[in-house]
Each structure stands twice: as structure tokens, then as C-alpha cells.
């Protein structure tokens, strides 16, 4: 039975005050939402004299919050699926033909990763621009195809490995094509991976700011985080609507990463180090 030691006691502590430090910024954000403006500029850190639920109301009438909301979900959903599709089925096939074309693509997918957004934003608007893609939601999905795909091949490449070749050959000699092993016996196995992918690329989707701002002029196409951007524009801060807009937008992704993060630590552990 282990021992309930000092080193033991001190480790908690030290987890707990970690914990409470990265509270901190939501305290401030939910806390200055359901403030006026000038009690915000008083003092930030205190309580609010009056909860000011109206804030939030005034939002959603502004922003046209649910236009906003829908526009981040068709994105995120559908980003989504295409990343997982490419990325799922590209690793499997380079997995169950080693060879040196396969390492090639491998190496170019896991370099990509490494190339700052920002050296390709103006080269991408342009191409964009020649291919008609811009200022439509289906041409910013496109683009987080190819942003997206990179990180998900890199984790599913490592989990394709795991799973047993003997599994598809008796599905191969029972008659199952190509397709048919994929989907049928292979992707349910990539259940864990393919939940840490969905994860970790919708927290970075939804919470995307710079690829819609480049991509989505017209107002009735931005995204929660564009939407939310303009109460702090450059000569005006609206913090009491600000913060109250941050808090809509990050309420749905919190809730979403609580219920399924069991599986982040699991899927990343499978995809990267086996």
C-alpha cells in the first residue's frame, strides 16, 4: 500500500495552484461579461456589483450570434470529415506499401507541419483568388484540408501500424475490396486516433481567427471568433460586449473538450510514439 508521503502532499499543492493559475483568465473573462463597461474599467478583478445578463443579450442581437454559430459549426464539422477521410486513408495506404515513394510523401506531409501560416498567406489568398475559392465557406474548408491534413497523417500513420496486417488479409480472402477493408475493418480500429484528431483539429477550427479573416469578407459569413473581433477593433474597445461574446463562443468548444478528453492523452500516445 503506498504511503501518503510529504513529496506526495507538496506535488498535489503545486498541481492545485497550477490548476487555479490557468483558471485565472476565465475567471477574468466570465467575471468582466456581466459587467458595464465603467465598473470593468474600475476594477476588473472584482466581482460585479450587478449581474448584467443583458450583455449577452445584446450579442446575440449584434453579432447575429446564430449565423455566426452555424457558419463556425458547418465549418468545423465539415473540415473535419475531410480531414479525416484524406489523412485517415493516405496513412494506411503508405503504412501497407512501404516503400521509398511512400517515406518521400511521409517526410514532405511531416515537413509541411513546420512552415509558419504566415509565410504562405499571401501566396494562398492569390491562388485562392485565381481559383474562385474565396469568400465562400466550401473554399475555407478546402484550405483546412490542406492546413489540417499534415498533423492527422503524422498520428494515424503511427496508429495504422499497430493494427494487425492478418485482420485485412482474411477480410481480403473472404473477398472484402480495397475500400471495404478500410472502412470496414480497419477505420473502427482507428476509433481512438481518429476522436484525438476530431478533438485537437476542431479546438483548432473553431477557435481560428487569421485563415477566416483572410478568406470570408462578406459579413454574413464570419465566424464566431471574426464576428467576436469586432468589439475590439482598433480605435474602440467594447470590453463588457467583448467578453460576453467570448464567453458564447468558447462555452460550446469547453463543453466539447470536457466530454470527450479521456481520449486527447490515449489517441496522441498511440499515433506518436508506437
Not at 138 to 144: D, E, F, T, V
Not at 155 to 167: A, D, R, S
Request: hydrophobic share 55%; net charge positive.
Amino acid at each position: 500500500m503506498n504511503k501518503y508521503t510529504a513529496k506526495t502532499f507538496s506535488l498535489e499543492v503545486i498541481a492545485i495552484l497550477i490548476a487555479l493559475l490557468f483558471l485565472v483568465p476565465f475567471y477574468f473573462v466570465i467575471v468582466n461579461s456581466l459587467k458595464s463597461f465603467s465598473e470593468i474599467l474600475i476594477d476588473a478583478a472584482a466581482l460585479p456589483q450587478q449581474l448584467l445578463f443583458s450583455n449577452y443579450a445584446q450579442v446575440w442581437e449584434i453579432l447575429n450570434f446564430p449565423k455566426a454559430f452555424v457558419n463556425s459549426l458547418i465549418i468545423t464539422v465539415f473540415s473535419n470529415i475531410g480531414i479525416v477521410v484524406i489523412s485517415s486513408m493516405a496513412a494506411w495506404k503508405m503504412v501497407r506499401t512501404p516503400g521509398k515513394l511512400s517515406k518521400l510523401l511521409f517526410i514532405f506531409f511531416v515537413a509541411a507541419m513546420v512552415i509558419p501560416f504566415q509565410t504562405v498567406m499571401i501566396p494562398l489568398v492569390k491562388l485562392g483568388g485565381m481559383l474562385g475559392i474565396m469568400n465562400s465557406i466550401p473554399g475555407i474548408i478546402i484550405m483546412y484540408f490542406g492546413f489540417g491534413v499534415p498533423l492527422s497523417l503524422f498520428l494515424y500513420h503511427g496508429f495504422v501500424k499497430t493494427v494487425p496486417v492478418e485482420v485485412e488479409e482474411s477480410a481480403t480472402i473472404d473477398g472484402c475490396s480495397q475500400f471495404g477493408v478500410f472502412w470496414r475493418i480497419v477505420f473502427p480500429l482507428l476509433k481512438p486516433i481518429t476522436v484525438t484528431v476530431v478533438i485537437l483539429n476542431t479546438l483548432w477550427i473553431w477557435n481560428d481567427y487569421l485563415l477566416p479573416l483572410l478568406v470570408l469578407q462578406d459579413a454574413s459569413l464570419r465566424t464566431i471568433p471574426l464576428a467576436t473581433s469586432s468589439f475590439f477593433a482598433q480605435y474602440t474597445k467594447q470590453w463588457d460586449m467583448g467578453l460576453a461574446a467570448l464567453v458564447m463562443g468558447i462555452t460550446p468548444i469547453v463543453v466539447f473538450f470536457l466530454f470527450l478528453q479521456k481520449h486527447i492523452i490515449k489517441g496522441i500516445a498511440a499515433g506518436s510514439i508506437k
